[in-house]
């Protein structure tokens, strides 16, 4: 069964097509990658899959689960990071992880989430700062970590890496290759193309709502005569 | 351009937005309405007195008095029967019975003072209705000063205390069916509102407080990128907007207990110096009134909070979310000032449909119309405010699993009739088919 099944997936603002009839396929803990030029539909595609907005017209399964009929199964098995998420800034670090973990277990068992989110967080003795007093990698580690510590079964995360310093970035690439080799799928859209190449299975390239080009890294290079996936997106852009 | 220049045009053009301009607006619409209010008000003052006069002396000052009476307004009943002159009163929107005593003459020549009986019509217990009654009284003082200069000029007495104020009157005020001896309307009046001060005043700050702390919840979550987390995550659509209620209606009744605390204690400070006692002319409070008070103030909060999260959804960050707190300022302020001012019952029909329409107004109204028993008004607000509030959360859940709570607006494709939530009616209407 594949994780994601999306069909024919059309999403309008009013007049405005911002998704023109995507389909595609990820399989159980595969890393797929959207990519393409600001406004392309790359963030309303994770939107609409993570049931943040209402699909105009299409079909989506997660994990067997019609989006549309079922929300809020969708809802229990996938984790969404957004592009600029933030955290309740009044809170300390451990504590918005504790906030969040009752939201998927009780006891013991929220306990050991919360544990999980401290180790991917690395914060050190900052997780018991508050929130507000985070740099923004700090801010985007504990993000990071609320979103993974639930082993949700669909990661989905936008601009995984965004604003953040090489060494964060790495770090932060790292804890989710991890969680995908013990079998979440994760479905991530980034502008880094680097990004793209060292962590996606597979990737769609998105340009004015319709998929481009689908493939690995090595297939697209070769359709392209790339040297990389930054020439790939250039070539797919401009055809 | 000077940069000075450059940076003022910049500055007032922040400033200068609908936003900003609107609700001043709509103060300056709410004090031109309270002129016109008080201008009404004048006017009444203005035109003559309608009274009814019984006369029962047939001496000279006697008669003096009934010219006075006669000069300074309108008689519209000089019968023998009270009740006869109060029911012509009621029909004639007439403001006071004047019973002069058999032996008024015999009794001033005889140096003691001629008495006059007075029956108030009193309309309404606001601060206004009491002002018409107040300015008939002032024919008691024209009789007076009549008697005396007719006292001197024939040289009738010589008892100074006579002659400075020769009459004395006793009162009984008619309000709402009920008689109330020795009392005056504007005495009531005072009583009256100094009590009923108390719940518009609370109901207004909690309203206003707890709804902007909805709205700024909103606000900040939409501003902090929070609420996207919140949304994806396996929780109720209607966790989510009850549990924000249920927060800010615990804050707003801990608000409600702090200034019922503070109220109640300036409040004894004042009527420890009054002498009046409104219990003892059937004007008090049950516990079940008290229980009713308390549910209408429920009921308004939650209707407030209902309407809040609504606003609070189109909000798009916390400074949009600051001035949409506006509205609800002004829908508490009207029933606030409108109650203060005057009674429910004295106003024209289309001022009590407005009124009942904004669910602030029934706790507000609700003290004044359980002492004197007006369950009906009380009982229908509770239900309408009950209803607008279910109503309220309603849309509020419906817009909580729409694109609107994140885009802020209505999908121009849904729009079909131009009125967003008559558009959203229609969806929901058609989803339900």
Known sequence: ?239 | MSNLSKIAKKEIKEMLTPSTLVPIIIIAIIFASLGDMMGGVEDELSEEQKIAVIMNDEGALGAIAYSVFDQGAEIVYNGTSVQEALDTLEDTDGTSLFIISSDFTENILSNQTGNITVYWMMKGAGIMDSVPSAAASSLLSNVDTTIAATLISYDMSDNASIILDPTSYTETTVFKGKEMDGISPTTIASVLSQQSLVMPLIVMMVIIYSGSIVISSMGTEKENKTLETLLTMPIRRTSIVFGKLLGAAVVGLIMAVIYMIGMSYYYSGLLGSSTVDLASYGMTLDLLDYTLIGISLFAALVSGLGLCMIMGIFAKNYKAAQTMTMPITFLAMIPMLATMLTDFDTLPLFAQVVLFAIPFSHPMIAMRALMFDDYTLVLSGIAYSLIFALVTMFIAVYLFRKDILLTGKVSRTDKKTGFPLIDMMLGMAKKRK
């Open chain 1, 1 to 239: 069964m594949n994780a994601i099944e999306v069909k024919d997936l059309v999403k309008s603002y009013g007049s405005y097509q911002a998704v023109k009839g995507i389909s595609f396929s990820v399989k159980e803990g595969e890393v797929y990658g959207l990519i393409g030029p600001n406004g392309a539909g790359k963030t309303t595609t994770l939107r609409v899959l993570s049931t943040l907005l209402e699909v105009t017209s299409g079909s989506i399964m997660v994990h067997g689960v019609d989006l549309r009929e079922k929300p809020e199964d969708v809802r229990k098995i996938i984790s969404y990071l957004p592009e600029d998420a933030g955290a309740y800034k009044h809170l300390k670090g451990r504590e918005y992880l504790k906030f969040i973990a009752q939201f998927f277990a009780e006891g013991k068992e929220a306990e050991v989430l919360v544990a999980r989110g401290l180790e991917i967080a690395n914060l050190g003795e900052r997780i018991d700062d508050k929130v507000e007093t985070y740099s923004k990698g700090m801010a985007r580690r504990l993000l990071v970590a609320r979103a993974l510590m639930i082993k949700p079964k669909l990661a989905i995360l936008d601009e995984l890496t965004s604003g953040l310093d090489v060494l964060n970035a790495q770090e932060i690439r790292k804890v989710v290759k991890s969680y995908a080799a013990q079998g979440t799928t994760m479905l991530l859209s980034s502008h880094n193309m680097l990004e793209v190449e060292l962590l996606c299975d597979r990737i769609a390239l998105i340009d004015d709502g319709k998929i481009v080009a689908e493939g690995t890294p090595e297939e697209l290079k070769r359709k392209y005569s790339a040297n990389n996936i930054e020439e790939v997106f250039v070539r797919a852009v401009k055809e």
